[in-house]
């Protein structure tokens, strides 16, 4: 059973740096990681993904440069790293899970399995 638990969000402010974590049990040597952000009325957005087997990983280009996926395989964690926040990062963070193996991390959310409850990070000006 998979189970996907978010930590680390909060408030801060432009220009601060934030590391969110994602605990996620269950998990596969072969399955994806990836980090995804909601704001209200908006669609669910690929933040970053991360293959377990390979370690590759996909950055999107509204944070490359300023976040940066990682994980940690003995203790079944993957963090995303946010540096230089800016208002605009302000949403609902999400870790998800994809069981089907693949070669890089994909970016539409539908091609993910599993889901945590998000963590909101907030980025005041």
């Known amino acids: 059973q998979v189970q996907l638990v978010e930590s680390g969000g909060g408030l801060v402010q432009a220009g601060d740096s934030l590391r969110l974590s994602c605990a996620a049990s269950g998990r596969t040597r072969t399955d994806t990681m990836g980090w995804f952000r909601q704001v209200p009325g908006k669609e669910r957005e690929f933040v970053a993904g991360i293959l377990w087997y390979t370690g590759r990983t996909s950055v999107s280009d509204a944070v490359k440069g300023r976040f940066t996926i990682s994980k940690d395989n003995t203790e079944n964690m993957v963090y995303l790293q946010m540096n230089s926040l800016k208002p605009e990062d302000t949403a609902v963070y999400y870790c998800?899970?994809?069981?089907?193996?693949?070669?890089?991390?994909?970016?539409?959310?539908?091609?993910?399995?599993?889901w945590g409850q998000g963590t909101q990070v907030t980025v005041s000006s």
């Open positions: 998800a899970l994809r069981r089907k193996l693949i070669a890089t991390p994909p970016f539409m959310p539908n091609e993910y399995d599993y």
